[in-house]
Structures are given as structure tokens and as C-alpha cells.
């Protein structure tokens, strides 16, 4: 692809290739070059694509011989940028489950309505961060940038190394020194990444890498690359699909870099315009009690904004001064949504009762139940409604959560839901004994 002048055309953006549009003046850039900032006012960028038409499910092909034949992103292109094909890298990302289990609907305190879970922790890298990065990494490839980077709190730097590595690129990641699990750390590893480990937390990170990655020379695959959150943008229509478009009351999903949020809203409102669904569920972001500057934020009427120093045992979302606020903002005004924070230790309930039923996820993706139950309790949730849950991250993305929960004791004692190994001698008098504790309590 060439390399344009830095056109700016505000209103239209037929001639533009890739074009994005600035949120805050409304200017129209090319995309063909490395672009996280609007060059006139620094303003955060969406990437424009054409809703001008009316779509149909079946506009959604599944084409043999293109990425869109196995991937649960690009079988959503009519909605996505026209990266060329050829540069595109995939590992048949996305298509993940959404499970029904009625006790989730009874843990949030919904007699008679329905909590679904949206599973992107069934992701190749395990997290819905390879949605994002399928598009981000082949636009990198399509532009012919020497090196993608990204800061992280472990899923997009797992899932930035994996996408790289596939695509024969060199990645370099920035992430906050030991405060990521080590299970993040360890695949950012093995899938060949330069780790740079940061003497601070992510948003030092983030903003050293913004000021890096400011003259294009290194592409920055962070959500405020406006490529990145077209890709989330598929959890919500994938979702919509499996509902056969129709529309559930609320989604919810945990908030951090806010760059989910924002695609979730954008994603919304496209199916919207081109005719797909009929109206807007509300969305409701999640975040921790210790990192919880958006639900400040929204509490204020979003008047008033403060970062702050993050703190959460959900390292995941750890994560003071948002980059994508303002788009998060849109998604909630636009969908007349929620944001609310939960501790830590209503996020580790509601993971252990969600893993306890066999589903299974990290952390920060359990602060989804646990909000929605928070609003059931306030009643601005419906009884009787239907949600889906958005679960972001695998069960093993942070195994020592797991063990901190289950086999440390808190204040009170063993947490509620501890489930703790028994260690026995090799007799087969000792096996009986336990079997017998377990069956007859
Ligand atoms: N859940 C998980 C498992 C995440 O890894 C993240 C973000 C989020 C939720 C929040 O999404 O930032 O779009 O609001 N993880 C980023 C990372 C920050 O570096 O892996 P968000």
C-alpha cells in the first residue's frame, strides 16, 4: 500500500484508504500508516467503515479460501476495515461459546430472567485480545512496519507476540515488573516477544510507549490504535449471531484500558445503522473498587475526571488513567449504560462460583457477574432480564489467584467457596476414608 500525504477531509471519507475519523474534531485521516492520535488535535481515532447500506445475517459469509472461511472476526468484513487480504493474519480467532447455565441467572439474584456467558477466554491465546490483534497485527503487515509493540497487563502482550510470531514480525512489549501472572508472562515468552519489563505500573507503561510509537516508526497495537478495537468489535456481533440478532437487555463486561467498551458501543451502533438489529441493549462496564476512575467518572455525571493509582488482585484491569475514556464514555451515554465498581473480593466470589460450575475464568473477567449481581441488588437491572455476561480471559491465565483464594485463609478464615486438596498417605485405608467424607459428607 503507498504512503499518503496526511490528508485531513472532514465530512467525507470516500477517498481515504483505511480512513479513521477523529472523535473529538471530526477530521478524516488516511489509515495507511501507523495512527493511534488524530495529527490535529491528538484527539482519539475511529476507524470509519461504511454503514450506509442495510445488512443481513447472510451478509456474513464464511468464504472458502479467505481468513473468513475460520475466523470468527473476519467472517464479520461488510464491518470491518478492507485490509487487504493478503496481508491478513489469523489463527482462527474468535468463535467462541456462549454458554447458558441457570445458575448464573440464581448467583445474580434473577428469578425468572437469564444470564449467558460469551466465553473469550476460548480464544487462541485465551482472551479476547486475539480478536483485536488479528486485525491490528495485519494492518502492521499491510502498512509494512518493521515492529509492533504494545504495553501491557499480560493478555495483549501474550496475544500481541502470538499474532507477530505468526505473522514473522518482531514484537517488543512493555509491561509493568512483576505485577503480571506469571502465566501471561510465561506465553509473552515462549511466542518470542522482546519482554521490557517497566519499573512501574501499566499506565507508566502505556505513556512511554505512546511517546515512543509517536513518529510511526514502532506500530503501536494498543486499543487506541483505532484497528484493534474493530476486531473486539466481533464479540458483540458473533454474540448478536448466536442470539439469532436478537437483542439481549444488558451485556456486561469488565472495564480497564477501556478500549473493549468502546468497540462494544461502536459495534452496537453499526449493527444498528445498517439495520441488523432494532435496538441498543445497555452496556454495563465492570470495573474494581482499587481501579475505578471510569465509574468515578460516570458516578460524577462525567463531569469529573481523576486518574488514579490502581490497585486490584484482578491484575488484568489494574489500571488507573484509561486510554480510551472518552470512546467508553460514548459507549455508555449512547446505550444508556451502567458503570459500577466491585471489590476484590466480589470478583473472587463470583469467579470461584463461576469456575465452580465448570466454566472458568480469570479474575477480571468474573467482575462481569459480580457487577451485574451489584445492579440486580440495586434493582436497575431487571429481574426478569436477559444478559450476557462477556467472560475475557481462560481459568489459567492466573493460577495464583486460583491458590490464593482456595488454599489461603482471608481475615475470617477459609473464603466461602475454598475448595482445599486433602493430602492422605498411600494407603488404601486413607483413599476409602476420603471417599466416604465424600459421599456421605
Ligand atoms: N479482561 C481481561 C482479561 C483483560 O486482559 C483486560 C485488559 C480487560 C478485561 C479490560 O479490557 O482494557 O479493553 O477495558 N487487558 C489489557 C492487557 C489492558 O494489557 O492485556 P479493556
Request: negative net charge.
Amino acid at each position: 500500500m503507498s504512503h499518503h500525504a496526511n490528508v485531513a477531509d472532514r465530512g467525507t471519507h470516500r477517498d481515504q484508504v483505511l480512513p479513521v475519523r477523529c472523535m473529538s474534531c471530526g477530521a478524516v485521516h488516511n489509515g495507511d500508516r501507523p495512527i493511534t492520535k488524530c495529527p490535529d488535535c491528538s484527539g482519539l481515532l475511529d476507524a470509519v467503515v461504511d454503514t450506509d447500506g442495510r445488512l443481513r445475517p447472510e451478509d456474513f459469509h464464511r468464504t472458502p479460501g479467505t481468513p473468513a472461511a475460520t475466523s470468527g472476526v473476519w467472517r464479520f468484513a461488510p464491518l470491518l476495515p478492507a485490509i487487504p487480504q493478503e496481508a491478513i493474519v489469523s489463527r482462527w480467532e474468535g468463535n467462541t461459546p456462549l454458554y447458558g447455565d441457570s445458575r448464573l441467572a440464581d448467583y445474580a439474584g434473577m428469578s425468572q430472567g437469564e444470564i449467558r456467558v460469551k466465553h473469550e477466554g476460548h480464544n487462541p491465546t485465551g482472551s479476547f485480545k486475539d480478536r483485536g490483534m488479528t486485525v491490528a497485527v495485519s494492518h502492521a503487515r499491510a502498512i509494512g512496519s518493521a515492529l509492533v509493540a504494545c504495553a501491557s497487563t499480560g493478555n495483549t502482550s501474550a496475544s500481541l507476540a502470538s499474532y507477530a510470531a505468526a505473522a514473522g514480525l518482531p514484537s517488543m512489549v512493555l509491561i509493568p515488573e512483576g505485577k503480571i501472572s506469571a502465566g501471561k508472562l510465561a506465553q509473552t515468552i515462549a511466542f518470542g516477544a522482546l519482554v521490557v519489563q517497566v519499573e512501574g505500573d501499566f499506565d507508566v507503561a502505556l505513556r512511554l510507549l505512546r511517546e515512543l510509537t509517536a513518529d510511526g516508526s514502532v506500530y503501536l497495537a494498543n486499543s487506541v490504535n483505532p484497528f484493534r478495537p474493530e476486531g473486539q468489535k466481533t464479540i458483540v456481533l458473533e454474540m448478536l449471531d448466536q442470539l439469532e440478532w436478537q437483542v439481549p437487555d444488558v451485556i456486561a463486561l469488565p472495564g480497564g484500558n477501556l478500549g473493549n467498551t468502546a468497540a462494544f458501543g461502536k459495534a452496537l451502533t453499526e449493527a444498528h445503522e445498517t439495520g441488523l438489529i432494532d435496538r441498543l441493549p445497555r452496556i454495563a462496564t465492570i470495573q474494581a473498587a482499587g481501579s475505578a476512575p471510569f465509574a468515578a467518572y460516570y458516578a460524577s455525571g462525567f463531569d469529573h475526571y481523576e486518574p488514579i493509582q490502581a490497585e486490584t488482585i484482578a491484575t488484568a484491569i489494574k489500571i488507573g488513567d484509561p486510554a480510551s475514556l472518552e470512546r467508553a464514555r460514548r459507549t455508555i451515554e449512547q446505550t444508556s449504560g451502567w458503570v459500577v465498581a466491585v471489590s476484590d473480593e466480589e470478583i473472587m466470589d463470583a469467579k470461584a462460583f463461576i469456575d465452580g460450575i465448570g466454566i472458568g475464568c480469570e479474575p477480571a473477567s468474573a467482575a462481569s457477574l459480580a457487577g451485574v449481581r451489584k445492579l440486580v441488588g440495586q434493582g436497575e437491572i431487571a429481574q426478569d432480564a436477559s444478559v450476557v455476561c462477556v467472560l475475557t480471559g481462560n481459568v489459567l491465565k492466573d493460577t495464583d489467584a486460583i491458590a490464593t483464594y482456595h488454599l489461603q485463609d482471608s481475615d475470617t478464615g477459609p473464603n466461602p467457596r475454598a475448595n482445599r486438596p486433602v493430602s492422605i498417605p498411600a494407603t488404601m485405608e486413607a483413599v476409602k476414608r476420603v471417599v466416604d467424607d465424600a459421599i456421605h459428607g
